[in-house]
């Protein structure tokens, strides 16, 4: 079964400073990730996804992620976070092998200080 | 506008006392899913439909029913709510049933409040 863990459960920032949220997955086949961001008081959207192809992608704001399948991870990372960059952000899979099932992550909330 | 639409956005109910959430789409998606999310635990998939009359469990299924008898639909039902399904709960969906490195359109949420 997939399974997604991610590392920090909260994780307080000053404006300016580098982010890296880190995720891990496991499953052995072919997998498809995604990075969704939810706003407070807003429903979840995507930030970013890689399912094959160049293993560094790039996302909305200036997130980018990058897939390092040896160590099953999907790491999102942003050079200089904003105040607005303040939400929960969660990391999901879909495995190849039942199109139906979406996993997501416990979320990360990310506290961004002016 | 594109969208997946939830309703109620806020729902305060007693124990045992039958409830539906709706969910609606307006994208002719094929795939729809249900999720609760719960501090510290995140999203939970609770049921999805791969297409009309095609239903089947997520990870967290019990205490809940779904039905798809129309594309655009699919109600959450529960049908004798306990204080433990509490919780946010979203509806997605997506353009194909097979769609795997498709993302999911969310809906605003339901806050449930069960006392």
């Known amino acids: 079964a997939q399974s997604v863990s991610q590392h920090n459960h909260h994780v307080i920032l000053s404006e300016a400073a580098s982010l890296e949220l880190g995720c891990n997955y496991s499953?052995?086949?072919?997998?498809?990730l995604f990075w969704y961001v939810q706003y407070p008081g807003q429903h979840l959207q995507l930030l970013l996804k890689?399912?094959?192809?160049?293993?560094l992608v790039k996302g909305i704001k200036g997130f980018e992620a990058e897939f390092i399948k040896s160590k099953f991870s999907f790491n999102l990372r942003k050079p200089s976070v904003q105040w607005s960059d303040t939400a929960e952000y969660f990391c999901?899979?879909?495995?190849?092998?039942?199109?139906?099932?979406?996993?997501f992550g416990d979320g990360t909330t990310l506290t961004v200080k002016p | 506008e594109a969208q997946v639409t939830q309703n109620p956005r806020y729902l305060i109910t007693v124990t045992g006392k039958k409830l539906t959430v709706t969910c609606s789409q307006n994208m002719n998606h094929e795939y729809m899913s249900w999720y609760r999310q719960d501090p510290g635990l995140g999203l939970r998939q609770i049921y999805y439909?791969?297409?009309?009359?095609?239903?089947d469990k997520g990870d967290v299924p019990e205490g809940y029913k779904v039905s798809r008898k129309e594309k655009r639909n699919f109600p959450l039902i529960l049908e004798s709510p306990s204080p433990n399904q509490t919780s946010l709960y979203f509806c997605a969906s997506r353009k194909d049933q097979q769609g795997v490195n498709e993302k999911l359109f969310f809906g605003s949420g339901t806050q449930l409040s069960v006392l």
């Open positions: 439909s791969m297409n009309v009359e095609v239903t």
């Open positions: 890689y399912f094959s192809g160049d293993p």
């Open positions: 999901a899979v879909n495995a190849g092998t039942n199109a139906g099932k979406s996993t």
């Open positions: 499953y052995g086949g072919t997998v498809n």
